[in-house]
């Protein structure tokens, strides 16, 4: 009766413990050394069961992510969508994982896969002028008119999260571009000084109705309510 592959492990391994020569061994059961040495290596590590084969089949699944981890990808997608001027990409979303402190933050890669296989991926809108008129002033010379915008927030990998105080002079096209990491007041007001040392200070100043722009509706026009000696003209 033919033995059992199983069987002649056990054998093998059984005959190389009792100080038999892995040559002799292999040579008896036709079988190489290094077939001999692997079963050795599985009986001194392995549990009741070292004998048998174990599956091929890889542990994780490739393009595969756990239902958590998508259900979690598509929530803070959801929620970065109802935040005003959020954005809502794959680099965004994977900094909102971080601060939540999740067990298991996904790639980039996953991240866009997810999003993809659930018909969360957009496409570009051509830009539409809003044909909205807005307060002009004179800007025929230099630094007659600046204006200024606060962008972000925007993710860089392995650098995290940042904003960006951008100002122009309109009259020379001149531009000054400050990278902050928060928008609290006094980075802001930083980030501006060094755009007029760079630029020189303006006539008038137009910004937008950033908060931080316009303080609150208690103190308006000024950089914040801890900073009202700070007014400023501007919209």
Known sequence: MDRSIDDIRIEAVKRYLSGESASDIAKDLKKGRRWLY???????ISDDNWFKERSRRPLLIANRTSADIENLVLEVRERLEQTKYAQ????????????????????????????????????KQKYEPKLKSYPSFPSDNPNDLQQGDILGPRYIKGGGRFYSLNVMDIARHKVALSPIRTKQDMK???????AWRHLGIPKFFQMDNELVFRGSNRYPRSFSGRDRDMSCSGN
């Open 88 to 123: 809502i990409g794959a680099n965004a979303i994977q900094w909102e994982l971080k601060k939540l402190g999740a067990e298991r933050i996904p790639e980039i890669w996953t991240i866009n896969r997810i999003l993809a296989h659930n018909g969360k991926v957009r496409r």
């Open 188 to 194: 802001v007001t930083d980030a501006l000084i060094s």
């Open 38 to 44: 692997k079963w050795v290596r599985r009986y001194e």
